[in-house]
């Protein structure tokens, strides 16, 4: 059974830094691209940022360019983003996927609140 199971969100300032990680478990995740994902109420899903399998290509969308950085560590089969400088805007669930940036899936996992305000 595949489970991303995300963590680190919370409320922070504008201007400030969280550090998400995203368990994976029930699949072979050194082998699989990834990215991090996120929805904030009445939108759709925002696909953010991808990282190839070995870790040695990332992507942004334009949005957080600049601000979030991802990473992964294989061997504990986690998914890390960096977000710094966050705006009320990035206040959303964010959530980790299995997939790069045209086809991802969120499907066995479970977000982490991301609140962004003064």
């Known amino acids: 059974e595949v489970q991303l199971q995300a963590s680190g969100g919370g409320l922070v300032q504008p201007g400030g830094s969280l550090r998400l990680s995203c368990a994976a478990s029930?699949?072979?995740?050194?082998?699989?691209?990834m990215s991090w994902v996120r929805q904030a109420p009445g939108k759709p899903p925002e696909w953010i940022s991808s990282?190839?399998?070995?870790?040695?290509?990332?992507d942004y969308a334009d949005s957080v360019k600049g601000r979030f950085t991802i990473s992964r560590d294989n061997a504990k089969n986690t998914l890390y983003l960096q977000m710094n400088s966050l705006k009320p805007e990035d206040t959303a669930v964010y959530y980790c996927?299995?997939?790069?940036?045209?086809?991802?899936?969120?499907?066995g996992g479970q977000g982490t609140q991301v609140t962004v305000s003064s």
């Open positions: 996927a299995k997939g790069g940036p045209i086809s991802w899936s969120t499907k």
């Open positions: 990282i190839s399998s070995n870790g040695g290509s990332t």
């Open positions: 029930g699949f072979t995740f050194s082998s699989l691209d």
